[in-house]
């Protein structure tokens, strides 16, 4: 479970402030899969990272009840001036895993070749995103957090990546954003809308699909 009391997010920009929560009380319940569902710069990246714990609320409290995993897409988990190897063995560290079988492991699934003892300077977008979905895997949490990216890599790599969603789906829960309705559809049977500050959970993705739909100005139907 993780539960929102009293949050607010804030950012200083060139126009003025800006609001990604604003006295915000919602829970994400055990045992469902949520996909947020939000408008360019509506700030469902950040969202993600305040749930982590990666970044913190201007005020309010966040509430974790298990192990979190930091947003798959979230470039900030890792150190671009270290390799792939070295980068796998110090999140081990940090998680409490066996750092050879994680290497490993994360050598195996991400398929980096040569590049995975390269700095991840070195990286396209692409690379980096089967880095995080390794290192991910490699490690046991009770909540995925997904930032967008689960569709990278070749037909063959979204496959596994899918299989791998499933096993982890089975014992654990994930939190979503995503633009594309059908991926958050595959994988999530609760939906959210994140907008004006203000994050409203919904018990099907139907409905949070139509509330935002209506916010992008698309008619159903």
């Not at 396209?124 to 569709?151: H, N, P, Q, R, W």
Request: proline content about 2%; hydrophobic content about 40%; some cysteine.
């Amino acid at each position: 479970m993780i539960q929102f009391v009293d949050v607010t997010k804030t950012y200083r920009t060139f126009e003025g402030p800006r609001t990604i929560l604003r006295n915000a009380n919602f829970t994400f319940d055990d045992g469902h899969n949520y996909g947020i569902l939000g408008a360019n710069g509506s700030g469902k990246s950040t969202l993600l990272r305040v749930i982590a714990g990666a970044e913190f609320p201007n005020s309010g409290q966040v509430r974790r009840n298990g192990r979190v995993s930091f947003p798959l897409g979230f470039s900030g988990t890792f150190h671009t001036q270290l390799s792939g190897r070295r980068n796998a063995l110090f999140l081990a560290r940090v998680y409490g895993a066996d750092e050879e079988w994680m290497a490993e492991f994360v050598e195996d699934f991400s398929e980096l070749g040569p590049y995975y003892d390269m700095p991840l300077q070195t990286y396209s977008s692409g690379m980096m995103a089967k880095l995080a979905f390794g290192v991910s895997f490699a490690l046991d949490f009770d909540i995925y957090l997904i930032d967008e990216a689960t569709e990278v890599g070749d037909a063959r790599f979204r496959q596994k990546c899918a299989r791998i969603f499933r096993e982890r789906i089975a014992r654990s829960d994930i939190i979503m954003v995503s633009h594309n309705g059908n991926t958050i559809r595959s994988y999530c049977d609760r939906g959210a809308v994140l907008l004006n500050g203000r994050l409203e959970l919904f018990d099907s993705i139907d409905e949070a699909m139509r509330i935002y739909n209506r916010t992008l100005g698309i008619i159903d139907g």
